[in-house]
C-alpha cells in the first residue's frame, strides 16, 4: 500500500466506507476529507451515522466496505501506524477521580514510549490547568475534566484530535473554554480538530468547516464562510415604512424577496446594498434599519436534512 506523506494532504481520507450491522446499512458510500491545521465539525440528525463512523475512524467498530486513511495510513491494513496519529475522546473522558489530574497523566504517558516531564507540562499548559493539575479530579468540574481528556489525548503528539461531543453538560463558560482551546490548538500545535455537536451556532463559532451527513449518506462539505455568505451575496433586510411599495420596486427589477411585516428582506452583494438603498430614498420610502439577514448554519442545516431532530 502506498503511504501519502505530502504534508498538504488531508490528515483524515474517509473513502466511500460502508457499515451494515445484519441487513440494515448504517453509513452508506461515505466519502470526505479532513484537511489539516482546521477544525472540522461532524453534523448530522438523529441516527444519521455520526458516532458510528467516529468509532470506525478510531477502531473501534469494523468497517464493511470502502476505508479509512489518517496520516496516508489504512485503519484496516495498518491500524497501529494509522492509530498513531490520531487521540480522541469516545463519549466521556475517562480517568481515576481519586488521583490528581496530574497523576493521571503520568499513568497515561506510561502507555506510550518516549513521553516525558517535558511533555506532560506542554500539555498542562496548553489546556491552561497550570492552577488545578495538583488537585483530584474528584474536586474537578465537567468542564475541567474535558480539559484533562483533551491533555491525556495529546500527550503523543497526535496530528488528529477526535472529540464526540465534547461539549454535552458544559455550561456556556465552559464551552466558550473549550473553544479557545481547539483554535489554540489548530494555529500552535498544528493539529487538526473533529468535533462532533448537537450545539450548531457553537460549531459555526467554533469549525472552519462541516461535514453534514443524513441516513448515513453525506449531504454537503462546506467551509462555515460559506454558510454565512455565498459568491459575495447574502440577504439583507431592510425595515421601511411603505412595504407595498418597496416590493413592487423590487419585482420591477427581477428581485426575489421575502417580507416580514415592514422588512424586505433581499439578496444583494456590498454594493448592490448601497444602490438599493438609495433606490428606495430616491422612491420616497424611509428606510428604518438595514441589517444582515444571511440565514445561520442552524437554518441552512435543518433545510438540508429536512428539519429532522438534530444529535
Same mark, same amino acid.
Given at each position: 500500500?502506498?503511504?501519502?506523506?505530502?504534508?498538504?494532504?488531508?490528515?483524515?481520507?474517509?473513502?466511500?466506507?460502508?457499515?451494515?450491522?445484519?441487513?440494515?446499512?448504517?453509513?452508506?458510500?461515505?466519502?470526505?476529507?479532513?484537511?489539516?491545521?482546521?477544525?472540522?465539525?461532524?453534523?448530522?440528525?438523529?441516527?444519521?451515522?455520526?458516532?458510528?463512523t467516529?468509532?470506525?475512524?478510531?477502531?473501534?467498530?469494523?468497517?464493511?466496505?470502502?476505508?479509512?486513511?489518517?496520516?496516508?495510513?489504512?485503519?484496516?491494513?495498518?491500524?497501529?501506524?494509522?492509530?498513531?496519529?490520531?487521540?480522541?475522546?469516545?463519549?466521556?473522558?475517562?480517568?481515576?477521580?481519586?488521583?490528581?489530574?496530574?497523576?493521571?497523566?503520568?499513568?497515561?504517558?506510561?502507555?506510550?514510549?518516549?513521553?516525558?516531564?517535558?511533555?506532560?507540562?506542554?500539555?498542562?499548559?496548553?489546556?491552561?490547568?497550570?492552577n488545578?493539575?495538583?488537585?483530584?479530579?474528584k474536586?474537578?468540574?465537567?468542564?475541567?475534566r474535558?480539559?484533562?481528556?483533551?491533555?491525556?489525548?495529546?500527550?503523543?503528539?497526535?496530528?488528529?484530535?477526535?472529540?464526540?461531543?465534547?461539549?454535552? #453538560? =458544559?455550561?456556556?463558560?465552559? %464551552? &466558550?473554554?473549550?473553544?479557545?482551546? @481547539?483554535?489554540?490548538?489548530?494555529? +500552535?500545535?498544528?493539529? $487538526?480538530?473533529?468535533?462532533?455537536?448537537?450545539?450548531?451556532?457553537?460549531?459555526?463559532?467554533?469549525?472552519?468547516?462541516?461535514?453534514?451527513?443524513?441516513?448515513?449518506?453525506?449531504?454537503?462539505?462546506?467551509?462555515?464562510?460559506?454558510?454565512?455568505?455565498?459568491?459575495?451575496?447574502?440577504?439583507?433586510?431592510?425595515?421601511?415604512?411603505a412595504?407595498?411599495?418597496?416590493?413592487?420596486?423590487?419585482?420591477?427589477?427581477?428581485?426575489?424577496?421575502e417580507?416580514?411585516?415592514?422588512?424586505?428582506?433581499?439578496?444583494?452583494?456590498?454594493?448592490?446594498?448601497?444602490?438599493w438603498?438609495?433606490?428606495?430614498?430616491?422612491? #420616497? =420610502?424611509?428606510?428604518?434599519? %438595514? &441589517?444582515?439577514?444571511?440565514?445561520? @448554519?442552524?437554518?441552512?442545516?435543518? +433545510?438540508?436534512?429536512? $428539519?429532522?431532530?438534530?444529535?
Amino acid at each position: 500500500m502506498a503511504v501519502t506523506t505530502d504534508a498538504g494532504a488531508p490528515i483524515v481520507q474517509i473513502e466511500r466506507i460502508t457499515k451494515r450491522i445484519g441487513s440494515k446499512t448504517i453509513i452508506d458510500q461515505l466519502s470526505f476529507e479532513v484537511p489539516r491545521g482546521e477544525v472540522f465539525g461532524f453534523l448530522g440528525p438523529n441516527g444519521a451515522g455520526k458516532t458510528t463512523t467516529i468509532r470506525m475512524m478510531v477502531g473501534l467498530m469494523s468497517i464493511t466496505e470502502g476505508d479509512i486513511r489518517i496520516g496516508g495510513y489504512s485503519i484496516r491494513t495498518h491500524f497501529e501506524q494509522a492509530i498513531r496519529h490520531v487521540g480522541a475522546i469516545v463519549e466521556n473522558p475517562e480517568m481515576y477521580k481519586f488521583m490528581s489530574g496530574y497523576h493521571n497523566l503520568v499513568h497515561y504517558a506510561r502507555m506510550f514510549p518516549g513521553i516525558g516531564q517535558e511533555r506532560i507540562q506542554e500539555v498542562i499548559d496548553l489546556v491552561g490547568m497550570e492552577n488545578r493539575i495538583h488537585d483530584k479530579v474528584k474536586t474537578y468540574s465537567l468542564g475541567m475534566r474535558q480539559r484533562l481528556g483533551i491533555a491525556q489525548a495529546l500527550l503523543h503528539k497526535p496530528e488528529v484530535l477526535i472529540l464526540d461531543e465534547p461539549t454535552n #453538560g =458544559l455550561d456556556p463558560a465552559g %464551552i &466558550r473554554e473549550l473553544r479557545d482551546h @481547539l483554535r489554540q490548538l489548530t494555529r +500552535e500545535e498544528g493539529i $487538526s480538530v473533529i468535533v462532533s455537536s448537537h450545539l450548531l451556532a457553537e460549531m459555526e463559532l467554533m469549525c472552519d468547516r462541516v461535514a453534514i451527513i443524513q441516513n448515513g449518506k453525506l449531504v454537503d462539505v462546506r467551509l462555515i464562510k460559506d454558510f454565512a455568505q455565498a459568491d459575495g451575496r447574502q440577504q439583507v433586510a431592510f425595515e421601511l415604512d411603505a412595504i407595498d411599495q418597496a416590493i413592487k420596486l423590487a419585482a420591477s427589477h427581477d428581485l426575489r424577496n421575502e417580507v416580514q411585516g415592514n422588512v424586505l428582506i433581499l439578496t444583494l452583494d456590498k454594493q448592490e446594498t448601497a444602490v438599493w438603498n438609495k433606490r428606495f430614498v430616491e422612491a #420616497g =420610502l424611509n428606510v428604518y434599519s %438595514i &441589517r444582515a439577514a444571511t440565514k445561520s @448554519l442552524e437554518d441552512q442545516f435543518l +433545510e438540508m436534512t429536512g $428539519s429532522d431532530p438534530i444529535v
